[in-house]
């Protein structure tokens, strides 16, 4: 059999930023029809090399051939007129405009007359057709993480995209979801379409892909055929070493009781009621994961906790003293933190740099600040041991974290949130966008916050997550705790029914 001709060929691509070495000499090839999943470690160049292509960046080395000519993409538009739609990891969007005008920006042909009523059911008609369910009238600051991703996901396809490139995809959506997005990837590529796949799933990897390539440090590693290799042997290129798929947990005698919610009442974004009556505890020295289906309150159930959502009715109680009425400043200074799962919408300011963002979570106390000055001094003691100690690539410490990749942003909040030894951390998908080698040493971080006796409420979408880590499991559905179970003895089966609804426990205190 013949190999066809690519589609795309990047040929030596080179990108530097100020410090960084992006991309150096990378090659890359999209065949029509294909699948081709791009991994690495973060930071490894795999956005940028995409971003090249996708418009965002001007290489500063090499050439782009399509159909085998040369071609200069210079933005976002001239690759969508080459065939080529980007769905980034941090989403494109306007917060305060619907669905339906994120959509109508910049969609070729729209004019000065949009027939919104026709746009808005072909948005209904892809998103059935994919299932990517969305309402076109709703804004984007009311939908969850998961919805606004099935925004992204159908500009490009409302586009007619020949080439869809998706940056860490499957990262916000449920699995059933997973599976109907592999399956439209899958018919895709039966119409002679193609689809760069950027994730740290190596499992979903290889489930999907034709090819892989894998990049290391900025520069190409390696191109396998799927059926030619392993996860085990793709994680071993992506960061040069075996790594180990197990992390080892020790027991641990739980402690006092840290955190007690008792009837907790909140609304969603969009007023309606998102919890109710969820209650739960929480003890020193024990992880409690929150397993749930996307979007049943586990977003409300932290930010309740941190302060951040009003409280409706009922209590947070930490430490033997009811919160509810406390701002998140208030909280952290008790020692409460957050890793929220928008890590640069919520967690971050992207125009500011590593320094500054160290500082957000302890700025107006010593020995990060003091009134209206900041201890520079400390500060960039501060940056120079997290970035030793969490193994984060930030280039120059100075310019915006906007230039760093999403592990290494995420590698930044971790360290924040764990500084100053927190009695109770909040963590929402703390792995989420991380590589195979960053997932293991962030799961290991938290294990050590627990065993020196901190309370962690661990809110994760992935099951394996959740079960490796966790001491108890409270499961939430319709922003009620359906039950609380040891995580030794844990069923999947049952966790499974339970995150779907099917009542078999109890209303969750113990």
Same mark, same amino acid.
């Given at each position: 059999?013949?190999?066809?001709?690519?589609?795309?060929?990047?040929?030596?691509?080179?990108?530097?930023?100020?410090?960084?070495?992006?991309?150096?000499?990378?090659?890359?090839?999209?065949?029509?029809?294909?699948?081709?999943?791009?991994?690495?470690?973060?930071?490894?160049?795999?956005?940028?090399?995409?971003? =090249?292509?996708?418009?965002?960046?001007?290489?500063?080395?090499?050439?782009?051939?399509?159909?085998?000519?040369?071609?200069?993409?210079?933005?976002?538009?001239?690759?969508?007129?080459? $065939?080529?739609?980007?769905?980034?990891?941090?989403?494109?969007? =306007?917060?305060?405009?619907?669905?339906?005008?994120?959509?109508?920006? $910049?969609?070729?042909?729209? !004019?000065?007359?949009?027939?919104?009523?026709?746009?808005?059911?072909?948005?209904?008609?892809?998103?059935?057709?994919?299932?990517?369910?969305?309402?076109?009238?709703?804004?984007?600051?009311?939908?969850?993480?998961?919805?606004?991703?099935? @925004?992204?996901?159908?500009?490009?396809?409302?586009?007619?995209?020949?080439?869809?490139?998706?940056?860490?995809?499957?990262? =916000?959506?449920?699995?059933?979801?997973?599976?109907?997005?592999?399956?439209?990837?899958?018919?895709?590529?039966?119409?002679?379409?193609?689809?760069?796949?950027?994730?740290?799933?190596?499992?979903?990897?290889?489930?999907?892909?034709?090819? @892989?390539?894998?990049?290391?440090?900025?520069?190409?590693?390696?191109?396998?055929?799927?059926?030619?290799?392993?996860?085990?042997?793709?994680? !071993?290129?992506?960061?040069?070493?075996?790594?180990?798929?197990?992390?080892?947990?020790?027991?641990?005698?739980?402690?006092?009781?840290?955190?007690?919610?008792?009837? =907790?009442?909140? &609304?969603?974004?969009?007023?309606?009621?998102?919890?109710?009556?969820?209650?739960?505890?929480?003890?020193?020295?024990?992880?409690?994961?929150?397993?749930?289906?996307?979007?049943?309150?586990?977003?409300?159930?932290?930010?309740?906790?941190?302060?951040?959502?009003?409280?409706?009715?009922?209590?947070?109680?930490?430490?033997?003293?009811?919160?509810?009425?406390? !701002?998140?400043?208030?909280?952290?200074?008790?020692?409460?933190?957050?890793?929220?799962?928008?890590?640069?919408?919520?967690?971050?300011?992207?125009?500011?740099?590593?320094?500054?963002?160290?500082?957000?979570?302890?700025?107006?106390?010593?020995?990060?600040?003091?009134?209206?000055?900041?201890?520079?001094?400390?500060?960039?003691?501060?940056?120079?041991?997290?970035?030793?100690?969490?193994?984060?690539?930030?280039?120059?410490?100075?310019?915006?974290?906007?230039?760093?990749?999403?592990?290494?942003?995420?590698?930044?909040?971790?360290?924040?949130?764990?500084?100053?030894?927190?009695?109770?951390?909040?963590?929402?998908?703390?792995?989420?966008?991380?590589?195979?080698?960053?997932?293991?040493?962030?799961?290991?971080?938290? &294990?050590?916050?627990?065993?020196?006796?901190?309370?962690?409420?661990?809110?994760?979408?992935?099951?394996?997550?959740?079960?490796?880590?966790?001491?108890?499991?409270?499961?939430?559905?319709?922003?009620?705790?359906?039950?609380?179970?040891?995580?030794?003895?844990?069923?999947?089966?049952?966790?499974?029914?339970?995150?779907?609804?099917?009542? !078999?426990?109890?209303?969750?205190?113990?």
């Amino acid at each position: 059999m013949t190999t066809p001709r690519p589609l795309v060929e990047m040929v030596n691509i080179s990108k530097y930023f100020p410090g960084v070495t992006a991309n150096e000499g990378v090659s890359f090839s999209i065949a029509p029809g294909e699948i081709h999943a791009l991994l690495g470690e973060n930071g490894a160049g795999k956005s940028t090399l995409m971003n =090249v292509l996708g418009g965002m960046y001007r290489p500063d080395g090499g050439e782009i051939l399509i159909n085998g000519t040369a071609v200069e993409i210079r933005s976002p538009q001239d690759a969508m007129r080459h $065939g080529i739609a980007m769905v980034h990891q941090h989403f494109m969007l =306007v917060k305060a405009h619907t669905v339906l005008e994120n959509i109508l920006l $910049g969609l070729s042909g729209s !004019g000065f007359f949009i027939d919104e009523k026709k746009i808005a059911a072909r948005i209904r008609e892809i998103g059935g057709r994919y299932s990517l369910p969305v309402n076109p009238g709703e804004y984007i600051w009311q939908l969850s993480v998961g919805e606004q991703q099935r @925004v992204e996901i159908l500009k490009a396809l409302i586009r007619d995209a020949k080439i869809l490139i998706l940056d860490e995809p499957t990262a =916000v959506l449920t699995p059933p979801e997973v599976k109907h997005l592999f399956k439209t990837l899958k018919d895709l590529r039966a119409e002679g379409r193609s689809a760069v796949f950027i994730s740290h799933k190596l499992e979903e990897v290889m489930e999907i892909a034709d090819r @892989v390539t894998i990049l290391r440090k900025g520069t190409l590693a390696g191109v396998v055929e799927k059926k030619d290799t392993s996860e085990k042997a793709l994680a !071993g290129m992506m960061v040069g070493k075996e790594v180990l798929f197990e992390l080892k947990k020790q027991a641990a005698p739980a402690g006092e009781e840290v955190l007690k919610l008792e009837k =907790v009442e909140a &609304l969603n974004d969009k007023g309606l009621p998102a919890l109710q009556g969820a209650g739960l505890g929480v003890r020193a020295g024990e992880i409690l994961g929150i397993a749930g289906v996307a979007g049943n309150g586990q977003k409300e159930l932290a930010e309740v906790i941190y302060g951040m959502r009003r409280l409706r009715g009922g209590s947070v109680i930490f430490r033997g003293q009811s919160i509810g009425h406390l !701002g998140p400043r208030q909280r952290r200074d008790m020692g409460i933190t957050f890793v929220p799962e928008d890590r640069i919408g919520t967690g971050l300011v992207s125009s500011l740099d590593f320094a500054g963002n160290l500082a957000l979570g302890s700025y107006w106390k010593e020995p990060v600040g003091s009134g209206l000055f900041l201890d520079k001094k400390y500060l960039d003691e501060w940056t120079q041991q997290v970035i030793s100690g969490y193994d984060v690539a930030a280039g120059s410490p100075s310019s915006p974290v906007r230039l760093m990749s999403g592990g290494n942003l995420q590698k930044l909040l971790l360290a924040r949130e764990f500084a100053g030894e927190p009695a109770l951390i909040i963590a929402a998908c703390p792995t989420r966008g991380l590589d195979v080698g960053a997932t293991e040493n962030a799961r290991s971080l938290l &294990l050590k916050q627990r065993d020196r006796g901190a309370a962690v409420i661990l809110i994760s979408e992935d099951l394996e997550e959740i079960l490796q880590l966790s001491d108890r499991i409270a499961v939430i559905y319709e922003g009620q705790i359906m039950d609380v179970l040891d995580a030794a003895g844990a069923d999947r089966e049952q966790l499974g029914l339970l995150m779907g609804g099917v009542c !078999g426990g109890k209303d969750g205190e113990e």
